[in-house]
């Protein structure tokens, strides 16, 4: 499974209903509105990159309002060794 | 619960070794090598905003290697109504 | 209480008009006209950051003639230790 | 009086430091660790914008770990006009 | 007395225009159109820094075609020692 | 007469010292400390363009402290048309 | 034989029609969406950069949807001298 | 004789016909199309700095499709010692 | 197979040595120098993305020199369809 | 003959020195201190693009004092129709 962090850039209006929008996307596990400069950020479990051209470039990109994304993709986790982390945010 | 993004920017040959040590702070959840501007993006999981100065000023950027850091903080999830999200990547 | 700083960028002839209405929302405690990149800064006190949404995204964001706003949020105050300061946040 | 912004950035492992040093100066009303691009905001009440030259020239920007300051100044404040906020700009 | 200088982008087929239209502005001392990023740098002697809000925000924010301005206001004149400067503002 | 403005970013250390330094170059008619990205602001009167390579490259830049400068060179001057200007320079 | 690299930049709704048009462009060798701060980049591979104005400033540029390219121009090739490349992706 | 740089961001669909234009100004001696962030560079030959109103101000930014400009202004030149250039600028 | 342009700026003296050095990492298909704001670009092909952390992480940002890597990571590819391309720069 | 713009940004106290130093290189026509965000500007006649890794990277780029460099590559040149441009080059 691939991790990717989607940052929006979007029309002030539209911030919350685009928020529940992309909610709604298979791809995306979470959404939020976020301080700093983006919107809206959101956290992609991806089966293999290619789905990055159906949830971003075909999915947010095609709302009204999205000005930007930038797509920051993951190509490399670092586990916690320490503690046992199965039960917190399983990549299974 | 509150969520926040750290985007990382680190010298190129500390970022292996910085992934290992944040990996280890325990409000960090998980934290990848990502492409793009950034070189590392740490998911935070917190009790409160005032843990960010305990994650965030005192943790992150102490560490050798660290240039510069900007934090996203969540300040409202869109959860999804159509589907049960129940298992995904719950907060509990 | 939380303290945040969000920093507003404005049509021209709207800031005048922004100010003001800006100035009425419930959490906003100041707001100014200043010089630099920014047209305008509201100093925001708020209960806890989900107050974020109401006052930015769904307050400031939606005011015709707003074009950016970028939110910092205080997650840590250093307050001063060899002066008292109990009188010192009034306006005069 | 008039207000002032002073937008700080500083080194990763001098930021709390330098929050408890600035607090410390006198026409310093607030200090606080922020998220987003800066590091630090203090907010400043002054008698006349020649103080700026002792708080930010000789003050801040003498600090050992500040990187850059951007000061924003208030040249108009927007006072609301429904409800009465003589005691709205207190801590609590 | 107080200076600053007001940097201004404009459409570009509303440079010359513009510059005549600050030159009437009362708290202009000169106005230029300029190489670099900016397209007119206005110098004006203020009374007070409120005055920048009748000058900038309702003054050249106002007119049609000024796109963004940034205003930097002089906190601290560094006079000259060695040399008398009485007669070097002119415009010879 | 050329009218310019040199916008300098210097050593936050280094500010004062540099005011001072600056405002004994016989070509430079004022310069300020000032609020936003830039830390001072020269005003020159040049009999040509060719003396920006002595007050800038070999005067300005030469001195201890500044990281940069930027020069926007006045190419058209704008007088003021209906109110007699011939006092106005003048710093009061 | 030149190569070169046009980053691009363009409308949400846009790209994968985009997409598919430029790789229509005889000099186009390979083109994707990509991650980061562009959509889409295209390899070229020209003849003479007199070429460059055929596909980018008449061909690319002209595209409904496009808003911006930055064309990267190879200049010089690091052919490795290991191993053998012949075969790999050949220059001639 | 002043020489300047005036570097041109234009609309994708009209930067050759604008080339075309821009060739005809008097006081330009060269203009291309070039790779880089900007679309158009021009070379111009200037009596005084008077003239870059005339030619930039008037001529190019009226110009319709183009989208900003920045002139850089040459304010001396570095000429060969070692070799005689007298023949060196031509076109060849 | 993944296909990714990883843009590099590098100190100048070291441009050269640097694209000779790169041009022997195993995924790296090919290397340039190139004009704009960045110094190389390498182009990249993949077995997965894991493959980035070997290459970029560990590969090209440990090289002395190295001041920034940006990767563009292709996610979709976009074939021609009128022209048979099996011959132009295949993949295999 | 190919023309290219070479916009250099070197450190305050070594701009006369490179200044010279790059009037010696044999592709570079022309060399100036310009007004704006670089410090100076080489203008170059190629005999072909591979000459850029002669002039930009081992030359300009290896000589102390250098920051960064960005080159604008000619591709297409807009010769004036309506008026022989023929003695047009000369610096007079």
């Known amino acids: 499974m691939i ?4 940052l929006i850039r979007a029309k002030g209006d539209r911030i919350a209903a685009l928020g529940e929008l992309i909610a709604e996307l298979p791809q995306v596990a979470e959404v939020y509105s976020v301080t700093g400069p983006f919107d809206l950020v959101a956290l992609l479990r991806l089966k293999d990159i290619e789905e990055l051209d159906e949830v971003v470039t075909q999915g ?13 993709l993951a190509f490399r986790a670092y586990p916690r060794k320490l503690l046992d982390q199965g039960f917190s945010l399983g990549e299974g």
Chains 1, 2, 3, 4, 5, 6, 7, 8, 9, 10 share one sequence.
């Open 3 to 6: 991790t990717a962090f989607v």
């Open 60 to 72: 947010i990109l095609g709302l009204p309002g999205v000005e930007r994304t930038e797509t920051l």
